[in-house]
């Protein structure tokens, strides 16, 4: 498929609007040219000349997303160039024109060739298939791209893409982003139209696969790696139009053999090289109801040996994952594989025989899982069962482990190895699925594989936990690995019991993740002030990207070229201390307990286990159990990026029986008039006796009064047990 200009469709153009939502396109005066059709309709169109973007969002939090970028809530720029890509009612709109020949400047053709290159991302091989979808379905999706070169500021990518809820979406160039793409969001939103429905923010599902049957064939190959090769069979339920032409997603290494639908009929199935789009023709445009079932075969390098290591990648779309729609589904999975690899996946094993140094095992899943993912290799099993927990197996090379130490040595490098590494890993994992049970509510998951992973991440699956090498390799002595291991047990509740319900509520799963795993350094008797360093080095992270990333709420568009670390420090890091501030908010100043947060967090647990939760979702639980509205907690934490410097002055004041109160004066400064926070102040009255109170600090500057005190207090803490996410400054009264 290509684009390019084409001669004698050349036309004059005066005074032409292009209105998309909240984006105006006006051609003042210029040249247009069509671009060559596809199926036989225009799809594209080049302008040269003189007009005028205009570009307003609709919702608050992306108008500040295009401040930060921009320096203004809005655009309203002059316009030299646009290069259109269309599915929609432009092409009605352009044939109001008079096309005829005309010269077609030379580099017409390059912009457009570049600009077609840059959305292709990793796909090396095909459009993006975002650009391609429309492009092939004949039916108008009401797709509409637009790449505008202004005269200032260089160009930027508006784009209406009817696939997803949030539609319009205005892009900046970046130099690659980690998964390849060379466009990054600046900010989107759902049209007006979307913008009142109920779970606005979450994924569109015009296709659903419920169900998958998998035969997956590992074969031992004579040069010792291991081969790949699988049949799929999908179950199809469509809930809005789609098609003809179904996309899914497959691991770019790994090639279509052929497709076919459950009537024997071969399916058009489409692959480009290097691509991890598949493209399968249904007989027909597909309507909300019809119920299908596909089956696509294919094959490739999947998996690399180095040594004793296998290197699978954990997050690998190894088979064909749905691209429009939600990844839910029951999985039914054959692997034979060699004898002398053990293999662990998710779901309960229901049969294994062994023929010929082959292993044939079949596993099923009870619950619907977003993802499926496999581990093997040259594995010592190590079992663990206590009373009344789930039973563990972990999974690691040992032998791995030891070649890599003798490599160390003879090429000069000190590597630490530790002993009783399994013993170690499985203590850490079955304190903190304890832990976690006890607070959060019991895991429907009964037994646990924790695989060994070449790799420096740690992957959580259904009942399946893949950790890095290098936590079976060591124990530091920062607490790191101990949080580690407990982060990704943490996501058995968080990301695996409850999903996020978009991109944009990704903290509730790794933000609570990680505070959960701080919970489970706080439990460790000999190391419990942890949990508060590791609060400050996150604070440390937090101030440091501050200027440079959007808030909580805009998810994985934080992670960027220009801020490489901004979606750790934003979701992982301020995601925890959003949690540990509705904790120091809900704690008992009389107990000191927890109690009215562990039954918030088991409420919200209980209530979407199995589901998707959004960001508002959890604010409703909250609510419920402070009795209070939340909404401008969120909308400062989770929706902001402001963090507050207090400026605190107190005396003691007597009282007319002889006990005392604390004239507090706190400046707030770094956020807006409207800020307000609850901070938990202590008073060391002597003797070892202590007060707690609150206060609600608010506006510019205010005054507080504390609640009557039995003694003058020596000393004062104001923000004590870092309660809310600010810097103090004491002064004198």
């Known amino acids: 498929m290509k684009l390019a200009p084409q001669p004698g469709q050349v036309a004059e153009v005066n005074h032409l609007a292009l209105s998309r939502d909240v984006c105006r396109l006006a051609l003042e005066r210029g040249t247009l040219y069509l671009l060559s059709p596809v199926g036989g309709r225009t799809v594209g169109a080049v302008f040269r000349g003189r007009g005028r973007l205009t570009f307003a969002p609709s919702v608050p939090a992306e108008q500040a997303e295009l401040q930060r970028f921009v320096g203004s809530p809005s655009l309203d720029d002059t316009l030299t160039e646009l290069i259109l890509i269309f599915s929609d009612s432009t092409a009605d709109q352009l044939r109001g024109l008079t096309f005829g020949q005309g010269d077609i400047p030379g580099d017409v053709a390059d912009h457009v060739r570049d600009l077609v290159g840059s959305l292709k991302g990793d796909n090396e091989g095909s459009f993006s298939g975002a650009v391609m979808g429309p492009l092939l379905n004949s039916e108008l999706t009401g797709f509409f791209l637009a790449r505008v070169e202004r005269a200032h500021g260089g160009p930027v990518l508006f784009q209406i893409n009817p696939e997803v809820t949030e539609a319009v979406q205005l892009y900046r160039p970046v130099s690659r982003l980690r998964w390849g793409a060379n466009w990054a969001v600046v900010t989107q939103f759902p049209r007006p139209t979307a913008a009142d429905m109920a779970g606005?923010?979450?994924?569109?599902?015009?296709?659903?696969?419920?169900?998958?049957?998998?035969?997956?064939?590992?074969?031992?190959?004579?040069?010792?790696?291991?081969?790949?090769?699988?049949?799929?069979?999908?179950?199809?339920?469509?809930?809005?139009?789609?098609?003809?032409?179904?996309?899914?997603?497959?691991?770019?290494?790994?090639?279509?053999?052929?497709?076919?639908?459950?009537?024997?009929?071969?399916?058009?199935?489409?692959?480009?090289?290097?691509?991890?789009?598949?493209?399968?023709?249904?007989?027909?445009?597909?309507?909300?109801?019809?119920?299908?079932?596909?089956?696509?075969?294919?094959?490739?390098?999947?998996?690399?040996?180095?040594?004793?290591?296998?290197?699978?990648?954990?997050?690998?779309?190894?088979?064909?994952?749905?691209?429009?729609?939600?990844?839910?589904?029951?999985?039914?999975?054959?692997?034979?594989?060699?004898?002398?690899?053990?293999?662990?996946?998710?779901?309960?094993?229901?049969?294994?025989?062994?023929?010929?140094n082959v292993v044939t095992t079949r596993w099923v899943t009870k619950r619907p899982t977003s993802f499926a993912s496999f581990n093997l290799g040259d594995f010592q099993n190590y079992h663990v069962e206590r009373p009344g927990e789930p039973s563990l197996d972990v999974l690691l090379s040992e032998d791995a482990h030891r070649e890599l130490r003798h490599a160390a040595i003879a090429a000069g490098v000190y590597l630490p190895q530790q002993t009783h590494m399994r013993e170690n890993v499985a203590a850490d994992v079955s304190n903190s699925l304890k832990l976690f049970t006890l607070l959060f509510g019991a895991s429907p998951f009964s037994h646990f594989y924790v695989t060994e992973i070449p790799f420096g991440e740690g992957v959580s699956f259904p009942g399946m936990i893949d950790l890095s090498w290098v936590t079976f390799q060591a124990t530091?002595?920062?607490?790191?690995?101990?949080?580690?291991?407990?982060?990704?047990?943490?996501?058995?509740?968080?990301?695996?019991?409850?999903?996020?319900?978009?991109?944009?509520?990704?903290?509730?799963?790794?933000g609570l993740a990680s505070f959960s795993a701080l919970l489970y350094l706080q439990s460790e008797s000999e190391h419990k002030d942890r949990y508060f360093k590791y609060l400050d080095h996150y604070k440390t992270d937090i101030k440091g990207e501050k200027g440079d990333v959007g808030p909580i709420w805009i998810g994985a568009r934080n992670a960027t070229p220009d801020v490489r670390q901004g979606y750790n420090v934003m979701i992982y890091e301020k995601g925890a201390w959003v949690f540990h501030m509705l904790r120091m908010m809900m704690l008992d100043l009389g107990t000191g307990k927890d109690d009215r947060f562990t039954a918030m967090m088991r409420d919200y647990y209980a209530s979407y286990l199995g589901k998707v939760a959004t960001t508002d979702d959890f604010q409703g639980v909250v609510e419920r159990h402070t009795g209070m509205p939340m909404d401008w907690f969120f909308d400062e934490w989770v929706k902001g990026t402001a963090i507050p410097t207090y400026h605190v002055a107190w005396k003691a004041e007597p009282t007319a029986d002889g006990k005392y109160t604390v004239r507090l004066r706190v400046t707030q400064e770094h956020v807006p008039p409207d800020f307000r926070m609850f901070v938990l102040v202590s008073a060391d009255l002597g003797n070892n006796r202590f007060a707690h109170f609150r206060v609600q600090v608010g506006g510019t500057q205010g005054e507080y009064v504390s609640p009557v005190l039995p003694a003058e207090p020596k000393e004062l803490k104001f923000n004590d047990l870092s309660s809310v996410l600010a810097d103090v400054k004491l002064e004198r009264w």
């Open 200 to 356: 606005a923010w979450i994924l569109r599902e015009q296709l659903g696969v419920p169900a998958y049957k998998i035969d997956v064939r590992l074969p031992l190959n004579s040069s010792g790696s291991i081969g790949f090769s699988a049949s799929a069979m999908l179950t199809l339920r469509v809930n809005e139009p789609v098609g003809p032409w179904l996309r899914f997603f497959l691991y770019p290494k790994l090639l279509t053999d052929s497709a076919r639908w459950s009537s024997g009929d071969s399916a058009a199935v489409f692959k480009a090289k290097d691509d991890d789009d598949v493209w399968v023709r249904a007989p027909h445009r597909l309507q909300p109801g019809d119920s299908l079932s596909l089956t696509i075969f294919y094959h490739g390098d999947l998996i690399e040996r180095l040594a004793r290591w296998f290197f699978v990648s954990p997050l690998a779309s190894w088979y064909p994952k749905n691209g429009q729609g939600r990844t839910f589904a029951l999985f039914d999975v054959t692997y034979r594989a060699p004898s002398f690899y053990p293999l662990a996946t998710i779901g309960d094993r229901v049969d294994s025989a062994l023929a010929n």
């Open 476 to 510: 530091t002595l920062d607490g790191f690995d101990e949080w580690f291991r407990a982060h990704e047990v943490a996501h058995q509740w968080w990301g695996n019991g409850v999903g996020p319900g978009s991109y944009r509520d990704a903290w509730l799963s790794e």
